[in-house]
């Protein structure tokens, strides 16, 4: 590789000290770029807190820092981070260093060393981090669980004689789903209760009409603002088709957040990659104001997983909604960072919608240098504990 540098672009961000005779401190990141396009360094010096000034090398003369087809093979910050990356013939990735991920890779391109089971179908049954899972002879996920006990715990699903998805247990909660000639008609909790109803258009997209779940003159039991009115709205959800798995994911958080805010009800779903190469998402699945599912198998046959999505639901002063959930956080769960940087993730991006607008990106991979993630549009987000937005600053991605 050429290994010859030019600055590409110079980042200064300045604060000004509110004190009168005080000198101004900055911080100022210099990132320089190989000839190909690939960052070569990122050098941060930081005037409010000398601990965090920091070179990144992502390669040097004598290391390189890509393979041929462009994929990350080093990854240097010193003390504070580094990582080796590497790939097998399938594309594959072990990681070593700060953040190891070193499954194994037998010849039926399964995790080999951690663990992880299988059925002779080559269904993953159990991924050591999480779950467990549980299928049925048509190769459909019917549990996820410890093992999954319908009506009692886990996730339990059941399908249709064409194979559609027609009812969704979670713990002793039950969910349907109503299908016509002309696909899905409505997602039902019994016979009664219509939680959502669709109207199909052109090109495979969906136009979804929801009743918020709070009726007029109720109280939200998380804010204690009474409702005044609520009507039922409609959203159109129209995955598509993009050439990064990034552009995906801020399309999906971006498309969803709205829907998000306005039920406050969390909604996620998943990225992922086209026999073509090419990235889309699914629609977004809901569990509840705090959280929402996380299940990488959740995409169509034949895709590959290659990130995730999710959205914060409406303002709450109880939480942190203007960034990515830390890990340990309601009692000790992963939450979002701690899923992020597991094995269940796989290393793959995350993206965020919030209720101020914003959309934010969690690369695991850049957890030394960006541990609460970037955010990919709208403004960046200073830390203001206790109100409701973020505990921690949050830079802007560009």
């Given amino acids: 590789m050429d290994e010859t540098e030019f600055v590409f672009a110079v980042v200064v961000l300045v604060y000004v000290s509110p ?29 409010f807190n000398t601990g965090d000034t920091q070179t990144c090398n992502f390669g040097t003369s004598t290391v390189a820092g890509y393979d041929d087809l462009g994929r990350i093979v080093d990854d ?18 072990t990681k070593a260093g700060s953040s190891g991920w070193n499954p194994g890779y037998n010849s039926k391109n399964q995790y080999s060393t951690i663990g992880a089971t299988y059925d002779a179908s080559g269904n993953i049954t159990y991924d050591v981090t999480w779950h467990h899972y549980q299928w049925d002879a048509y190769n459909k996920l019917v549990g996820i669980g410890n093992p999954a006990v319908c009506g009692t715990s886990g996730t339990c699903l059941t399908y249709d004689a064409s194979g559609r998805m027609v009812e969704r247990s979670v713990n002793s909660t039950y969910n349907e789903v109503l299908y016509s000639p002309i696909g899905k008609t409505a997602s039902m909790s019994g016979l009664t209760t219509v939680n959502y109803s669709y109207l199909p258009l052109p090109g495979g997209a969906r136009c979804t009409r929801q009743v918020p779940p709070e009726a007029t003159g109720t109280t939200n039991t998380k804010t204690g603002l009474v409702l005044l009115a609520v009507a039922a709205y409609y959203v159109a959800l129209i995955p598509g088709v993009w050439d990064t798995p990034q552009a995906a994911g801020e399309a999906a958080a971006g498309s969803t957040d709205g829907q998000s805010i306005a039920t406050n009800i969390e909604l996620s779903g998943n990225i992922y990659q086209m026999p073509n190469g090419k990235y889309s998402w699914t629609l977004p699945g809901q569990r509840d104001s705090d959280s929402s599912p996380f299940d990488p198998t959740a995409r169509p046959d034949g895709t590959f997983f290659a990130g995730s999505y999710h959205d914060h639901g409406a303002f709450d002063l109880n939480y942190n909604s203007e960034q990515f959930s830390p890990n340990g956080c309601n009692g000790g769960l992963p939450c979002d960072i701690g899923l992020g940087m597991s094995n269940l993730n796989q290393g793959q991006l995350m993206f965020l919608g919030t209720p101020a607008g914003r959309i934010e990106m969690f690369d695991p991979s850049q957890f030394g240098a960006m541990p609460f993630s970037c955010v990919l549009s709208g403004s960046a987000v200073s830390a203001a504990p206790g109100t409701g937005t973020s505990s921690v600053n949050v830079s802007s991605c560009h």
């Fill in 19 to 47: 004190v009168a005779g005080t000198t101004p401190a900055s911080m100022v990141g210099r990132l320089t770029w190989n000839p190909n396009g690939t960052l070569r360094t990122l050098a941060i010096t930081d005037g």
């Fill in 76 to 93: 240097d910050c010193g003390s504070v981070w580094a990582q080796t990356f590497s790939y097998d013939q399938y594309n594959n990735l």
